[in-house]
């Protein structure tokens, strides 16, 4: 082990960066990344990614299918994939489609704020993936492998990146309750600092949101002396020891955590924005949460992860339209705010938006009124960070069951996500078990068409 | 008649007359305009690993295998691809082709798909990078004999107390370095007591040793504390790391739910670490305890290794290949575990081909991963059973499990399975048959038959409630171990619409080498074998699953990696840092060790010493080497910064056990109870040692996830102790050290003064008297703040968390 790597290790994870540069005496703006490779032209800096568990329904909001009511009921030959239920007939989408901003991209009428912001949004309508299941289907989705083994997207960029924030972890996860999931959170064999960190948006009093944020004792003068009470015992002990990285480290490390309290207070305390923003967002776990996301990356966070409802919600096996109508409000209208938002602050062109499920639903109906799993075509968007917006890109086939046309893989996807922040997909690796593992395996390619 | 037979005429036809035409004209302008877009040998990654610009790259194929076999259109995946059967492997993506130029490429391929072009040189130059041959690997210095060497000689012999110290000695001598001096009494008690039992000693502990001036003091403490009941807890933690040990599943759905008895596995290793059972029964018990001869029944407890490993869940509606993924996923945990635990190597790099540093090739793989496939998780009895009926027992929970759980998702709301009725009758048949056979048992074994009654319970509810309740998390107490048998796995794709897997008691299987991983393309069979590179001859299992033959080939043919892997491993939870830099890689990617003959010497009598760590625990904390002082010096810090050659012992910050175990210990609030079931750490009355927490594959518990303890979802070789702010929090904000602080507070404040209530706090928190500054320091607080305050920061100090 070299000695920034013994430095690293030591003072590793949040607040290891101000030790890290100091000890190292080069300053940077992000510390800690471990990318090597050669910088790609993204502009990106910041990624949030809005997670809709379950499987949202891409016919029923952004792949109008009109020969869906011609087929009504009925099974063509192209339809007959194998899907996890036993599948009935074509179930046309009650929901009206009509077109939006200068692009003319059509949604469905459940997307009526998306249609707003719509010439700002790229909508992949050709994604594919592997596993017809939930839980393989999101560890796919957020690590490229069904593995339980494999780091998550945000972890292999924290890992790769580093972060920009000293105070605050690189990689934070919202979600009502605060429990994204095994396969989101996950470092996998990559250190454990570079896990996501998971908070829940159904609170909005940050002391709620982090364990062990405030100190209940003591208020901030009395903590202040209580430290430096600790941290004079500590130089003692130090005095008699003689120097060491470790006791150093947790010196460093008990400033930055007294620090963070109040840095943390500050950032992820969303009421200190005016009404008329939180009622732009709305005032939901979600709404709370996206606005969270963006109060984030201003402060430096690399990467937001952020659960639309507990749970897999989306998982609409039945009764779909009022599931959806019941669903989609909140959620149109706190992603629309978020790229409104971004954008009048000047942050999209340098935040990358990623919007989707783990799949997504099968044009052909479940039980008469549901879809079941779809992994042979969905639809995902992306918004800012370098990607064209008012596009519309690739296609499925002409009822929305299997992507055909400019096919976009989740290992695509991910090659895009590193791509727009700078990173080769095959030139981020982590040498583990003997040989060099990628966020996409042997697979991807970045999907250079919907680049600006 | 004679239109049937006009085809395969044709064909032969065409087969006895190759014409390089056919191929430029039917086939050639097919591939350019349909293929090249995503398969160029011009693009940096191309689709699936799969070319077809030139002939090298249609004949090796990509990711999945060969594209084509030339005279054999059924074998060919190019065909299956363009003809859209395989609902996973459809090409063009855009669309499938017209008929008639489908049947041009079966015409061309049936005729031997005479491929005219010639690959340029940069087209075919990149062969696939070979690792090291099977005979090279046999002369690599991992796998060579160990034998005890002579010591080296030295010139400062007088600083020498045992063998392994020459070996260092010699090193630092080299490099004209000392040793660093003896660390003090009082430092060595603390250190050996953190080292061996996870607990920081007492003050009283501390004195009664630093007052003990006889010469074998120091030897008598370590023995004592070897004899502790606590030394298991510590140490069978270290190993609970490798074995990568939990209570649950990655998801713990309904197929793969947790694992209730996993706890009593744990308590095994903890009593056979304290029984100092040698390390090569210690793991022979664990691979093979069911086929070992003369086993006690609580040893079965030590196959939870194996039976409590992670499993991913399998939804029986899904598909053959994607079932089967799953299981051979499952299979290849056990073959990681099992060769970078045991042996050092990564022969799961193995699994798609050869192993591309190391001499494993993929038939060493599947051989392994045969075992495995022949090998099934069961929960047996913690009493004595007929081993008929224990037999039939392992089976039937798991065939009723599937049984009762295909019945309920078939017959619930979102069942639209067609024909649903009639599988749903057949398997209730088949559960009223084992109803029959099972009851029959319950006079003698009433136990038994009652964790099988509620898959036929009826109303059906109940039943339903009992497949759901596996999920929760949770351990139990009821009389059951996690363990396995021999019986052979397979997965029964025969219906369209609904897979089974199905259990062979008794059964191996062999597997066949999956080309590229992939369990849709078979290949050579590689039946149940130990890797050829350490094999001394042919390394067949043939026993059963083969598993006993395995854990026997560990400690025969594989011995001397198998010491130098385990005496590295516990020289690393000694020293802080191993002798070779990856615990888990002795291959040609690890770090070759610092002092390959110490090593190699200390495994060699290791091994004559009967593989007892307590010997090797002996041997080490006796060294010159392991008492030094742990300060780094000028001269040390120029030579060999990273104290690679060991001229000082490395100080060593407490994994999250000793930390949280020693906090407890300080407020006198530790429950010192050996063994027991899980529970959750989080619980306010949870004082018990850290070891008996549930452990989460699924859910970590946050403050063991906060302080680095390894994903059990796969075997660990090291802890990466970070240091980081939200630690700070838990200690300066968290109710746990606040909580015990407070009861530190409460036992010293009846003292008379603020003084003595000092000198108490600094007595029971760190063990020692205030010096005078101390002593002020802590006087000018207290003058304002509150006494459980100045507990809260002695142990929120960098003393507690940190031992020279």
Request: glycine share 8%; hydrophobic share 40%.
């Amino acid at each position: 082990m070299n000695r920034r790597q013994l430095i690293q290790q030591m003072c590793g994870g949040l607040g290891s960066v101000g030790l890290a540069a100091m000890l190292e005496q080069h300053a940077q703006a992000a510390v800690g990344g471990h990318y090597t490779g050669p910088l790609m032209p993204g502009k990106a800096k910041k990624v949030i990614f809005l997670f809709l568990a379950g499987g949202p329904s891409q016919v029923d909001m952004f792949d109008n299918k009109p020969l869906l009511f011609k087929f009504q009921g009925q099974r063509p030959g192209t339809v007959d994939l194998r899907t996890e239920r036993q599948t009935g007939g074509l179930l046309p989408s009650p929901f009206k489609f009509q077109k939006y901003g200068k692009s003319g991209i059509e949604l469905s009428e459940l997307l009526p704020q998306m249609g707003t912001i719509i010439d700002d949004v790229c909508v992949i309508k050709s994604m594919y993936t592997f596993n017809p299941t939930h839980t393989p289907a999101r560890s796919l989705i957020h690590s490229g492998s069904i593995l339980a083994t494999r780091p998550s997207l945000g972890a292999w960029i924290s890992y790769g990146l580093g972060t920009e924030n000293e105070n605050l972890p690189a990689f934070v996860a919202l979600s009502p309750g605060g429990n994204g999931g095994g396969s989101l959170l996950r470092s996998g064999f990559l250190p454990a600092e570079y896990q996501g960190t998971p908070f829940s948006d159904s609170e909005v009093e940050p002391e709620k949101m982090i364990a062990n944020l405030r100190n209940k004792w003591l208020d901030k003068e009395a903590q202040r002396h209580q430290l430096d009470a600790i941290q004079a015992l500590n130089k003692e002990f130090s005095a008699g020891f003689g120097a060491d990285d470790f006791l150093e480290g947790r010196i460093q490390s008990m400033e930055a955590a007294y620090r963070m309290q109040f840095e943390a207070m500050d950032v992820f305390d969303i009421r200190k924005e005016s009404d008329a923003i939180r009622a732009e967002y709305g005032a939901t776990p979600f709404g709370n949460g996206c606005l969270l996301a963006r109060r984030l990356v201003e402060k430096g966070v690399r990467y937001v992860h952020v659960y639309h409802n507990a749970g897999q919600d989306w998982d609409d096996h039945k009764d779909i339209e009022k599931n959806l109508r019941g669903r989609c409000p909140d959620m149109d209208k706190a992603a629309a705010a978020l790229i409104r938002d971004l954008k009048r602050r000047g942050l999209l062109d340098e935040t990358l938006v990623v919007w989707g499920g783990e799949f997504g639903r099968t044009p052909v109906s479940e039980s008469g009124t549901g879809r079941d799993h779809n992994p042979y075509g969905f639809t995902m968007w992306m918004a800012g960070g370098g990607v064209k917006g008012g596009l519309a890109y690739g296609n499925t086939d002409e009822f929305g069951f299997k992507a055909v046309e400019n096919r976009v893989s989740i290992h695509d996807l991910h090659a895009t996500i590193l791509h727009q922040i700078g990173i080769d997909h095959t030139k981020l690796t982590y040498r583990y078990a003997g040989r060099d593992f990628r966020l996409t395996d042997v697979f991807g390619e970045v999907v250079k068409d919907i680049l600006i | 008649m004679r239109r049937i037979l006009l085809f395969p005429i044709a064909i032969a036809l065409q087969a006895q007359s190759p014409d390089p035409a056919f191929f430029e004209s039917k086939i050639r302008p097919v591939l350019a305009a349909s293929c090249y877009g995503c398969h160029s040998s011009k693009m940096k990654s191309p689709m699936g690993g799969l070319v077809l610009d030139t002939k090298a790259g249609l004949r090796n194929g990509g990711a999945t295998g060969p594209a084509i076999v030339p005279g054999k259109p059924a074998e060919s995946r190019l065909l299956t691809a363009l003809r859209y059967t395989d609902p996973h492997v459809q090409m063009p993506p855009s669309g499938k082709l017209a008929q008639p130029v489908i049947d041009n490429f079966e015409t061309w391929i049936a005729a031997g798909a005479i491929d005219p072009r010639i690959d340029t040189v940069a087209a075919t130059a990149s062969g696939p990078l070979k690792g090291m041959s099977v005979e090279d690997g046999r002369k690599w210095w991992a796998f060579q004999p160990v034998k005890e060497l002579p010591a080296p000689a030295v010139k400062d012999s007088a600083w020498l107390r045992r063998k392994i110290d020459a070996f260092l000695l010699a090193r630092l001598e080299q490099k004209n370095l000392t040793p660093s001096p003896r660390a003090d009494k009082r430092t060595l008690v603390q250190r050996l007591y953190i080292d061996l039992l996870g607990l920081r000693p007492t003050y009283d502990e501390i004195e009664s040793f630093v007052s003990d001036t006889s010469p074998g003091a120091y030897a008598k403490l370590v023995d004592r504390l070897l004899g502790s009941k606590h030394y298991g807890e510590a140490w069978g933690r270290h190993w609970l790391d490798v074995a990568r040990y939990a209570e649950d599943n990655p998801t713990s759905e309904a197929t793969n739910p947790p694992y209730p008895y996993a706890w009593r596995y744990r308590d095994w290793v903890i009593e056979a670490l304290n029984n100092d059972v040698p390390y090569d029964r210690f793991i022979k018990l664990q691979l093979a305890a069911d086929k070992l001869p003369d086993t006690r029944r609580e040893d079965l407890r030590a196959l939870g290794y194996l039976g409590a490993a992670p499993v991913y869940h399998k939804d029986q509606r899904l598909s053959y290949d994607v079932i089967f993924t799953f299981l051979s996923d499952d299979w290849d945990e056990r073959v990681d575990a099992v060769t970078r635990g045991l042996l050092g190597l990564t022969v799961a790099c193995a699994r798609c081909h050869d192993h591309k540093f190391d001499p494993i090739p993929t038939k060493d793989y599947y051989g392994l991963a045969s075992v495995f496939a022949s090998t099934m998780r069961s929960e047996r009895p913690t009493f004595d059973v007929d081993p008929q009926i224990e037999l039939r027992f392992q089976w039937a929970q798991r065939r009723l499990f599937d049984l009762a759980y295909s019945r309920n998702l078939l017959t619930g709301e979102a069942s639209t399975v067609v024909g649903s009725e009639e599988r749903v009758a057949r398997w209730k048949q088949e559960i009223a048959t084992l109803q029959t056979e099972i009851e029959a048992w319950r006079e003698r074994y009433p136990i038994l038959v009652q964790t099988l009654e509620k898959y036929w319970r009826e109303p059906q509810k109940q039943a339903r409630q009992a497949v759901n309740a596996r999920r929760r998390p949770g351990a139990s107490e009821d009389p059951f171990m996690n363990t396995v048998y021999d019986a052979a796995q397979y997965v029964d794709g025969s219906d369209a619409n609904y897979t089974w897997l199905t259990y062979k008691p008794g059964e191996p299987r062999d597997l066949p080498v999956f080309l590229r991983g992939n369990v849709a393309i078979p290949g050579d069979p590689a039946p149940r074998r130990f890797l050829s590179v350490l094999s001394n001859g042919d390394g067949k299992l043939t026993n059963g699953s083969g598993r006993l033959e395995l854990a026997e080939k560990i400690f025969k043919d594989a011995a001397p990696l198998t010491a130098r892997v385990i005496v590295n491993r516990v020289w690393a939870w000694h020293f802080g840092k191993p002798i070779a830099g990856t615990p888990s890689d002795f291959g040609t990617q690890g770090d070759k060790p610092t002092h390959p003959e110490l090593l190699d010497d200390l495994a060699a009598r290791f091994i004559a010493n009967g593989w007892s760590l307590k010997w090797l625990h002996r041997e080490i904390l006796l060294s010159a080497a392991w008492q030094q002082a742990s300060n780094r010096r000028s001269e040390g810090d120029r030579a060999d910064q990273i104290n690679s050659l060991l001229w000082r012992q490395n100080p060593r910050r407490l994994d999250i056990e000793s930390y949280r175990d020693s906090i407890l210990r300080i407020a006198g609030t530790l429950n010192e109870n050996v063994y027991g079931v899980s529970q959750d750490l989080d619980a306010e009355a949870n004082t018990r040692r850290t070891i008996y927490g549930r452990v989460g594959r699924g859910r970590l518990n946050g403050l063991l996830k906060l302080y680095d303890f390894p994903e059990a979802t796969q075997t660990a070789p090291a802890r990466d102790l970070t240091t980081t702010p939200l630690q700070q929090l838990f200690v300066m904000n968290g109710a746990f050290i606040r909580g015990q602080a407070n009861v530190v507070a409460k036992a010293v404040e009846t003292e008379p003064d603020n003084n003595a209530r000092l000198r108490a706090l600094y007595r029971r928190i760190l063990a020692r008297d205030p010096s005078p500054k101390e002593l002020d320091l802590g006087l000018t607080y207290l003058a304002q703040g509150k006494l459980e305050e100045y507990a809260h920061i002695l142990l929120s100090t960098n003393e507690v968390l940190f031992q020279k």
